[in-house]
């Protein structure tokens, strides 16, 4: 991986004369393709990704879903689509993944928690807005949803990493067996 140091005030001559391995030896050719790469490596080992998710506790257990092909539990929600509040978010995600409705006046924001992101490169984080609130309807998994289950403190190692931190949250304040 190549590190780029960018003085201030310096064009792209300046600029490739810094780039550098990690291991300390000079590259042996700098050019744009070079600098284009290393800021795609730091800008993906920087990056966080933005999910709003919905924390459903019913009996000292926790609402959880894998998705088709994932090897992980993951608490149900999702990314913003452009221009989306967390409110918007969560009520269109839940409804595409459980197909139920959240009643929007019941909802509560419960924290904000970062980690790594479970099954991207290391550095790439995962943002996640919890809310709680109430439902209409029954759940159900949609075609994207392989699972539904409720779990409990003793399966927090089958969840992604943020959810293992909400986990302990939900535990810590009695609400998690």
Known sequence: MLDLLLPLGGGAAQAAATVRSVSGA??????????????????????????????????????????RGKDAYYLPGGKRET???????????????????????????????????????????????CYI???LGTLSPSSEIEEVVWLSYADRDRVSPVDQIIFDELRAAGRLT
């Open 26 to 67: 000079e590259p042996t050719s700098v050019g744009c393709a070079t600098i284009k790469a290393v800021r795609e490596i730091g800008a993906e080992a920087m990056s966080v990704i933005d999910k709003v998710a919905w924390i459903r506790v019913e009996g000292g257990r926790v609402l959880s879903t894998r998705s």
């Open 83 to 129: 221009g989306e509040s967390d409110l918007q978010t969560l009520v269109r995600e839940i409804e595409e993944e459980l197909t139920v409705a959240i009643v929007p006046e019941t909802v509560a924001h419960l924290g904000t928690y970062e980690a790594q992101a479970h099954g991207h490169p290391d550095g790439v984080k995962v943002r996640m807005t």
């Open 133 to 135: 609130g109430d439902y």
